[in-house]
């Protein structure tokens, strides 16, 4: 299974990202996906989050209406629009894969919790400078 994530950089406070995570060696369907995120000398935390059938998603209070997950199961990948983008988004982002359970939607603690996920992405830097 390898999960390539994608399409970091560095973007100027107010501007826009989009990053992506291919999936292979996996049946993408059969698992919720999420992205997470670690800035420097802190713990990876979760961000945003969307249901196997993309038919739920889930985002932090400090990105709502400025980061969008989406994903496309012919494509097996999962996409991150970053909108609005300011220095505290600096980190490195990861995309993850959940096999699917029930509890994910209906849980905010399961969907936090990053030793949930069966697959993670390498990472990929974002830095917004200010």
């Known amino acids: 299974v390898q999960l390539q994530a994608s399409g970091g950089g560095l973007v100027q406070a107010g501007g826009s990202l989009r990053l992506s995570c291919a999936a292979s060696?996996?049946?993408?369907?059969?698992?919720?996906m999420a992205w997470f995120r670690q800035a420097p000398g802190k713990e990876r935390v979760f961000v945003v989050g969307i249901s196997r059938t993309g038919g739920s998603t889930f985002s932090i209070g400090s990105v709502k209406g400025r980061f969008t997950i989406s994903r496309d199961n012919a494509k097996n990948t999962v996409t991150l629009q970053m909108n609005s983008l300011k220095p505290e988004d600096t980190a490195v982002y990861y995309c993850a894969a959940h096999r699917h359970t029930s509890g994910w939607s209906t849980s905010l603690r399961l969907r936090g919790d990053a030793e949930r996920y069966d697959y993670w992405g390498q990472g990929t830097l974002v830095t917004v400078s200010s």
């Open positions: 060696g996996l049946t993408f369907s059969n698992y919720d």
